[in-house]
């Protein structure tokens, strides 16, 4: 089962250490809600705005604790009531999961200020947790220093379906990494679970809306898992060649950590 985490259950507040064990599906998006502040904490009614959270993949077992946490009994009188709802994970819409499981508040909100953001990691100053998919150069973590990320919180391999690696970014390598639509095709690589601080520092060395945007895939792990993550991809799709071997080595050189080299196709 799936939980919408939006308040004290998101990363790097008191109530996370919970959802420690569980796995991070990625960062998405409810719509007909509104977010107040309730005091230490906050709360989500229905309304006419969205609400940003983290999705988690949850063990049954665990669905009850967090009952108890929320003071949800199933009366109409409880502070907040576990309802399900649908999860976006990209501006477009393209990427969702329905019946996530959330908590909503269930007493009045008059005189309590809205989150006009919809995000009160955001709002409170608190760190924000992205997946990112690495497919290229970004692979090796020596590259990933040269270009100010400090921190990974976690490493998890996955590969990306229906999908090949293209060379036609022009770059100081010769030509870089691009993904271009392929039926069957497999690109292979790694989800990095990090801050979202980490993952702006990669947008000079990518030229974010330069060369590249930072566009929402779906991704799967080797157990066939989904994750929704960002990945840097250019629209242009022609003028492909042959990376120099320098580049290709760099690429070898991050994947071969986890993966079978005859795997990448490189």
């Keep these: 089962m799936y939980l919408f985490a939006y308040g004290t259950l998101r990363y790097g507040f008191e109530l996370h250490h919970l959802l420690k064990d569980s796995r991070f599906v ?9 977010m107040y502040d309730i005091g230490n904490y906050p709360g989500v009614v229905r ?19 967090l009952d108890e946490v929320e003071d949800y009994k199933g009366r109409p009188d409880d502070l ?7 999860v976006y994970f990209d501006q477009k819409r393209r990427y969702y999961i329905d019946n996530v499981n959330f908590y909503r508040y ?9 989150i006009e953001p919809g995000d009160y990691s955001r709002w409170v100053g608190m760190p924000v947790i992205v997946n990112y998919f ?32 293209i060379f036609n970014i ?24 990090m801050l979202e601080d980490e993952l702006n520092s990669l947008d000079k060395a990518e030229e974010h809306l330069i060369k590249y945007v930072r566009d929402v895939i779906k991704v799967k ?29 760099s690429i070898i050189e991050g994947l071969k950590r986890k993966w079978d080299k005859i795997s990448t196709g490189l």
Excluded at 143 to 159: C, D, P, T
């Design 47 to 65: 309304g006419d705005s969205i609400v940003w959270g983290e999705v988690y993949e949850i063990k049954d077992e665990l669905i009850s604790l």
């Design 221 to 249: 792990d080797k157990q066939g898992k989904e994750y929704f993550a960002q990945a840097y991809i250019s629209d242009y799709k022609e003028g492909e060649g042959e990376p120099t071997d320098f580049y290709k080595n």
């Design 134 to 165: 690495a497919y290229a150069e970004n692979t090796n973590p020596e590259i990933l220093k040269e270009r100010g990320v400090k921190e990974i919180l976690k490493e998890i391999e996955a590969y990306l379906e229906d999908y090949k690696i």
């Design 26 to 34: 990625g960062l998405g998006f409810i719509e007909g809600y509104k």
């Design 170 to 193: 022009k770059c100081k390598y010769g030509l870089c990494a691009n993904l271009k639509e392929f039926k069957g095709g497999k690109v292979y690589g790694y989800i990095y679970v």
């Design 80 to 86: 907040y009531i576990r309802e399900k709802t649908r």
């Design 106 to 114: 269930n007493h009045g909100i008059e005189f309590r200020d809205e």
